[in-house]
């Protein structure tokens, strides 16, 4: 028997079909091992040694295989075809031989593009060593980004508390983004005009034209800056009468289609046709790739979908243009076979581009057994790979141009019309930004050189200019593709590591750079600037190309980069040639950046733009509205930065790291505002506080605090007078007497807003509701109402996945507090941002389950009594303690029964959805 090791389980259950009962195949599930993130786990003092750790389900899996493998002839590594499948292969071998049983086992790498029957088995009659010159890549790079995460991550923590951490692509993927938002900021829109006319032929019809040339000088897109030229045009054309047509161009012009898809192209068309994220797309791509059962076979319907080659197999131009012939007619199939070439830098080019195993498989045919997303995506690879093949598409052109009687002013109307739409009759793809100006599908006359035009209508536009668009995940993929940033592999990672790092949000699925990205942008930009130049990570990815080539050696890259890294902010080396150990290299960092007080200049002085806007009003931007003579700075604390005046202890005013607008500032910018005095003679005033605006009563006295009480987040600082202050500090209030319990419903605003509360029962108030006048019978509603969420209220029932195959319990989906989960029973687990909650199936949400419940989750553990108070019990009454143990024993043994069955559901419903 030969064991098989694929990534996946879904893999390995549709290839153990393809080869029979001589084989065995086991999932890896993905990496088994890796560095533990803590510091000694990369030494560059010791020639990069490397510690590897296998924990949790590696070290299980590891197990699994050893213990399948003990009785086999041979060891077939089959994990996926790119440097991540090489490095997990060569993990699998380096812990397997390391054990005395399989020493001497024959292994062997396979590898395949896609999951047919034909392509496994081809794979497997030919299989090759394992390629060290690609699993060295990986431990370059691998060895690159823990050095720099571990290197530069305590050097933020120390000069910047509560920064989070830093790493070598992705620093340079939120550079890119914060820079495009500084653009924005910097943007001022500038006014043009442009004369539009709606001119008729001969025959009557009518087309529209735009002046281009005034008074014999051709327009330049300002030259035309304000009302009073545009008016002037204006007359300028009305009496330049009558009007011919003074030229007319006309030309052919073919667009060829665009190349199959890589990684790259696929998520940014999903984004923009499907409004699918880049880890989503992947997620159901990779379903599509791994299998789908056809009628009881499981078949994978696309290739590798990490990939950035544009090239097709022989057999797939075959077969596509074969289709194209036979759907569409010859005149859509070209001469010859399209060739292409991929135009994005440090191109691998070592796999196929992504298409459909078979492209007679046409989405129509296979929509019924995929799930609405998996058809979409599928539909969306075949038209793509189809239309690749076809014809040319052909357009016609034209652009006529009509002139006054004196010939000085002349009006220019453009049109294009597809004569022929070849592979447009199936795809076309899409933009991130239209164009400003988009003549096609625009019909024009048929007019020929000094035809009469009559003018109908000649009206000025005014226009503004836009500032650059913010960058989407499918636009900055796109950009870091041209910069040879990255590779397909690590596109999703990239995103998904800024957002979780609180560094930038998705804003109508744009990407928002945080203010805490824009400090850690910075701060590397000014200290660490070479490593987050765009230039520079784009040729560490050629030597690490370099590398997987066979053309340098990986610790050669890694010592040359280390070597300039460390010693950084170093005058002079004193390593003797030595590298230093990682300690040493922070050290160095460390002092050679300087205090934090220089840290805190050089934001200020980088950061000033965003964060102290210029608003035109006359006033310093910078100016404390507090204490009138001190400056406002980013000040540095314990728990993260924040605005505060440099006038500190005498003047405490701050308020949080954000930008103020306009109005805040008004509000504020004079300190405290009195409203007027309530019946004690105690003012009244409105203040700006680090956590929003609030109204205060009095100055305090014998050391109490005076009354505050926080505006609502609607409500307007500027809108707030005297009489809405006095029923802000009179809050809480009484609503009223409940008519059941005859007990008050009191309404106030607490830390989490405005709120009713009624026998200790606390219920927010809804947004459209006014704290300050919302009465009884709205009072009672609310309060009737269930609420949701944590704390002993009755949560939302959530939407049922499915039921356990075993004990028919119901597996339910919910959102919570922290995030989507699925609950069974007891038993809730988080859903990791890998799964959208929309597509989790009942196999993962089973998986999730278990993996929580042999953890120790669910509902009614208890914390374990002290050492202390054990020994005592232990003193007092052995044979008593022996009850509490054997029931404890129990406990434990029903909980790993517990788990055991729903690990067996997972296996029972997988094996039932193979079936279905």
Same mark, same amino acid.
């Given at each position: 028997?030969?064991?098989?090791?694929?990534?996946?389980?879904?893999?390995?259950?549709?290839?153990?079909? @393809?080869?029979?009962?001589?084989?065995?195949?086991?999932?890896?599930?993905?990496?088994?091992?890796?560095?533990?993130?803590?510091?000694?786990?990369?030494? #560059?003092?010791?020639?990069?040694?490397?510690?590897?750790?296998?924990?949790?389900?590696?070290?299980?899996?590891?197990?699994?295989?050893?213990?399948? &493998?003990?009785?086999?002839?041979?060891?077939? *590594?089959?994990? !996926?075809?790119?440097?991540?499948?090489?490095?997990?292969?060569?993990?699998?071998?380096?812990?397997?031989? /390391?054990?005395?049983?399989?020493?001497?086992?024959?292994?062997?790498?396979?590898?395949?593009? $896609?999951?047919?029957?034909?392509?496994? *088995?081809?794979?497997?009659?030919?299989?090759?060593?394992?390629?060290?010159?690609?699993?060295?890549?990986?431990?370059?790079?691998?060895?690159?980004?823990?050095?720099?995460?571990?290197?530069?991550?305590?050097?933020?923590?120390?000069?910047?508390?509560?920064?989070?951490?830093?790493?070598?692509?992705? %620093?340079?993927?939120?550079?890119?983004?914060?820079?495009?938002?500084?653009?924005?900021?910097?943007?001022?829109?500038?006014?043009?005009?442009?004369?539009?006319?709606?001119?008729?032929?001969?025959? /009557?019809?009518?087309?529209?034209?735009?002046?281009?040339?005034?008074?014999?000088?051709?327009?330049?897109?300002?030259?035309?800056?304000?009302?009073?030229?545009?008016?002037?045009?204006?007359?300028?054309?009305?009496?330049?009468?009558?009007?011919?047509?003074?030229?007319?161009?006309?030309?052919?012009?073919?667009?060829?289609?665009?190349?199959?898809?890589?990684?790259?192209?696929?998520?940014?068309?999903?984004?923009?046709?499907?409004?699918?994220?880049?880890?989503?797309?992947?997620?159901?791509?990779?379903?599509?790739?791994?299998?789908?059962?056809?009628?009881?076979?499981?078949?994978?319907?696309?290739?590798?979908?990490?990939?950035?080659?544009?090239?097709?197999?022989?057999?797939?131009?075959?077969?596509?243009?074969?289709?194209?012939?036979?759907?569409?007619?010859?005149?859509?199939? #070209?001469?010859?076979?399209?060739? @292409?070439?991929?135009?994005?830098?440090?191109?691998?080019?070592?796999?196929?581009?992504?298409?459909?195993?078979?492209?007679?498989?046409?989405?129509?045919?296979?929509?019924?057994?995929?799930?609405?997303?998996?058809?979409?995506?599928?539909?969306?690879?075949?038209?793509?790979?189809?239309?690749?093949?076809?014809?040319?598409?052909?357009?016609?052109?034209?652009?006529?141009?009509?002139? %006054?009687?004196?010939?000085?002013?002349?009006?220019?109307?453009?049109?294009?019309?597809?004569?022929?739409?070849?592979?447009?009759?199936?795809?076309?793809?899409?933009?991130?930004?239209?164009?400003?100006?988009?003549?096609?599908?625009?019909?024009?006359?048929?007019?020929?050189?000094?035809?009469?035009?009559?003018?109908?209508?000649?009206?000025?536009?005014?226009?503004?200019?836009? #500032?650059?668009?913010?960058?989407?995940?499918? %636009?900055?993929?796109?950009?870091?593709?041209?910069?040879?940033?990255?590779?397909?592999?690590?596109?999703?990672?990239?995103?998904?590591?800024?957002?979780?790092?609180?560094?930038?949000?998705?804003?109508?699925?744009?990407?928002?750079?945080?203010?805490?990205?824009?400090?850690?942008?910075?701060?590397?930009?000014?200290?660490?600037?070479?490593?987050?130049?765009?230039?520079?990570?784009?040729?560490?990815?050629?030597?690490?190309?370099?590398?997987?080539?066979?053309?340098?050696?990986?610790? !050669?890259?890694?010592?040359?980069?280390?070597?300039?890294?460390?010693?950084?902010?170093?005058?002079?080396?004193?390593?003797? /040639?030595?590298?230093?150990?990682?300690?040493?290299?922070?050290?160095?960092? !460390?002092?050679?950046?300087?205090?934090?007080?220089?840290?805190?200049?050089?934001?200020?002085?980088?950061?000033?733009?965003?964060?102290?806007?210029?608003?035109?009003?006359?006033?310093?931007?910078?100016?404390?509205?507090?204490?009138?003579?001190? $400056?406002?700075?980013?000040?540095?604390?314990?728990?993260?930065?924040?605005?505060?005046?440099?006038?500190?202890?005498?003047?405490?005013?701050?308020?949080?790291?954000?930008?103020?607008?306009?109005?805040?500032?008004?509000?504020?910018?004079?300190?405290?505002?009195?409203? /007027?005095?309530?019946?004690?003679?105690?003012?009244?005033?409105?203040?700006?506080?680090?956590?929003?605006?609030?109204?205060?009563?009095?100055?305090?006295?014998?050391?109490?605090?005076?009354?505050?009480? %926080?505006?609502?987040?609607?409500?307007?600082?500027?809108?707030?007078?005297?009489?809405?202050?006095?029923?802000?500090?009179?809050? #809480?209030?009484?609503?009223?007497?409940?008519?059941?319990?005859?007990?008050?419903?009191?309404?106030?605003?607490?830390?989490?807003?405005?709120?009713?509360?009624?026998?200790?029962?606390?219920?927010?108030?809804?947004?459209?509701?006014?704290?300050?006048?919302?009465?009884?019978?709205?009072?009672?509603?609310?309060?009737?109402?269930?609420?949701?969420?944590?704390?002993?209220?009755?949560?939302?029932?959530?939407?049922?996945?499915?039921?356990?195959?075993?004990?028919?319990?119901?597996?339910?989906?919910?959102?919570?507090?922290?995030?989507?989960?699925?609950?069974?029973?007891?038993?809730?687990?988080?859903?990791?941002?890998?799964? $959208?909650?929309?597509?989790?199936?009942?196999?993962?949400?089973?998986?999730?389950?278990?993996?929580?419940?042999?953890?120790?989750?669910?509902?009614?553990?208890?914390?374990?009594?002290?050492?202390?108070?054990?020994?005592?019990?232990?003193?007092?009454?052995?044979?008593?303690? &022996?009850?509490?143990?054997?029931?404890?024993?129990?406990?434990?043994?029903?909980?790993?029964?517990?788990?055991?069955?729903?690990?067996?559901?997972?296996?029972?419903?997988?094996?039932?959805?193979?079936?279905?």
């Amino acid at each position: 028997m030969k064991v098989v090791v694929v990534e996946s389980p879904a893999k390995a259950k549709t290839i153990n079909k @393809y080869l029979g009962s001589d084989y065995k195949v086991l999932a890896s599930f993905g990496h088994v091992r890796d560095l533990p993130p803590k510091d000694g786990s990369v030494r #560059p003092d010791e020639d990069f040694a490397m510690t590897w750790d296998a924990e949790g389900r590696g070290a299980k899996q590891i197990k699994e295989i050893a213990a399948a &493998a003990a009785g086999a002839d041979q060891l077939l *590594l089959a994990t !996926d075809p790119d440097r991540e499948g090489e490095a997990i292969s060569w993990h699998l071998a380096q812990e397997l031989r /390391g054990k005395k049983a399989l020493a001497k086992l024959p292994m062997a790498r396979v590898a395949f593009n $896609e999951i047919t029957k034909k392509a496994v *088995l081809d794979a497997i009659a030919n299989p090759r060593e394992i390629d060290q010159e690609l699993v060295d890549a990986y431990l370059a790079r691998r060895a690159l980004d823990y050095l720099v995460g571990f290197t530069l991550s305590p050097i933020l923590w120390r000069k910047m508390p509560g920064s989070r951490s830093a790493g070598r692509v992705q %620093s340079v993927a939120l550079r890119i983004v914060c820079e495009r938002e500084a653009e924005i900021e910097a943007f001022r829109a500038r006014e043009y005009w442009t004369i539009e006319a709606v001119l008729a032929g001969p025959d /009557g019809q009518a087309f529209a034209a735009r002046l281009t040339h005034l008074n014999g000088k051709k327009l330049d897109k300002f030259d035309i800056g304000d009302k009073a030229a545009a008016e002037a045009a204006v007359a300028a054309v009305k009496a330049g009468a009558p009007f011919k047509v003074g030229a007319v161009e006309r030309k052919s012009v073919r667009r060829n289609p665009a190349p199959p898809f890589i990684t790259s192209t696929l998520q940014q068309e999903a984004s923009r046709k499907l409004g699918f994220g880049a880890a989503h797309t992947m997620k159901i791509a990779q379903r599509l790739y791994e299998g789908v059962d056809l009628d009881g076979e499981t078949v994978g319907l696309i290739t590798y979908m990490r990939t950035d080659g544009v090239n097709l197999s022989q057999e797939a131009v075959v077969a596509g243009r074969k289709l194209i012939g036979e759907q569409y007619g010859q005149k859509y199939l #070209p001469a010859s076979p399209r060739i @292409y070439k991929s135009a994005a830098k440090n191109a691998q080019e070592a796999h196929e581009a992504i298409r459909p195993t078979d492209l007679f498989r046409r989405p129509e045919q296979v929509r019924k057994y995929l799930r609405d997303e998996e058809a979409k995506l599928y539909d969306l690879i075949w038209k793509r790979t189809l239309a690749s093949q076809m014809e040319s598409a052909e357009l016609d052109q034209v652009a006529i141009d009509i002139a %006054s009687a004196d010939g000085k002013q002349i009006l220019r109307a453009t049109g294009s019309v597809i004569t022929f739409d070849g592979f447009l009759t199936l795809y076309q793809e899409d933009r991130d930004d239209p164009l400003e100006e988009d003549d096609s599908g625009k019909r024009l006359p048929n007019l020929k050189q000094g035809d009469a035009v009559k003018p109908q209508e000649i009206k000025p536009e005014q226009h503004f200019t836009q #500032p650059p668009p913010r960058y989407s995940e499918a %636009s900055l993929i796109k950009r870091l593709e041209e910069l040879g940033i990255g590779r397909p592999s690590t596109y999703t990672s990239i995103l998904q590591t800024l957002e979780d790092r609180a560094y930038v949000k998705i804003d109508k699925k744009r990407l928002v750079p945080e203010d805490r990205g824009r400090l850690v942008t910075a701060f590397l930009t000014n200290f660490f600037d070479r490593y987050v130049q765009y230039g520079f990570t784009a040729d560490l990815e050629t030597k690490l190309d370099d590398i997987s080539g066979g053309r340098a050696r990986w610790k !050669d890259v890694l010592a040359e980069f280390w070597n300039d890294f460390s010693h950084l902010h170093q005058e002079e080396a004193t390593h003797d /040639g030595k590298l230093p150990s990682m300690q040493e290299a922070v050290a160095f960092l !460390d002092k050679g950046i300087g205090t934090r007080s220089v840290v805190i200049d050089v934001l200020n002085d980088a950061l000033a733009p965003h964060f102290f806007p210029d608003l035109g009003n006359g006033k310093a931007p910078r100016a404390c509205p507090a204490c009138g003579n001190g $400056e406002l700075g980013i000040k540095l604390a314990k728990n993260g930065a924040f605005i505060g005046c440099n006038n500190y202890p005498e003047c405490k005013y701050t308020k949080p790291l954000a930008v103020q607008t306009e109005e805040e500032i008004a509000a504020g910018s004079a300190g405290p505002v009195e409203f /007027g005095k309530d019946e004690q003679g105690r003012s009244i005033t409105l203040r700006k506080g680090p956590y929003g605006f609030y109204v205060q009563l009095g100055e305090g006295e014998d050391g109490e605090k005076p009354k505050r009480v %926080s505006l609502t987040r609607d409500l307007d600082p500027n809108a707030v007078n005297l009489e809405i202050a006095q029923k802000l500090l009179s809050l #809480p209030r009484v609503v009223g007497h409940h008519p059941e319990t005859g007990k008050p419903i009191m309404a106030g605003i607490g830390r989490f807003g405005p709120y009713l509360n009624h026998d200790g029962k606390f219920k927010s108030i809804p947004k459209d509701d006014d704290v300050l006048s919302i009465g009884m019978n709205r009072a009672v509603e609310l309060l009737a109402q269930e609420s949701k969420g944590r704390g002993g209220r009755q949560a939302a029932p959530g939407k049922e996945i499915g039921k356990h195959p075993e004990s028919g319990e119901a597996v339910t989906l919910h959102e919570g507090k922290y995030g989507p989960y699925v609950k069974m029973g007891a038993v809730n687990a988080t859903l990791p941002k890998s799964i $959208e909650p929309g597509a989790v199936t009942l196999e993962e949400a089973l998986s999730l389950i278990a993996a929580r419940e042999a953890a120790g989750g669910g509902k009614g553990k208890k914390k374990a009594a002290p050492k202390a108070a054990k020994k005592a019990v232990a003193k007092k009454a052995t044979a008593k303690t &022996a009850e509490p143990k054997s029931a404890t024993k129990k406990a434990g043994t029903k909980t790993a029964a517990k788990a055991k069955t729903a690990k067996k559901a997972v296996k029972k419903t997988a094996k039932a959805k193979s079936a279905e």
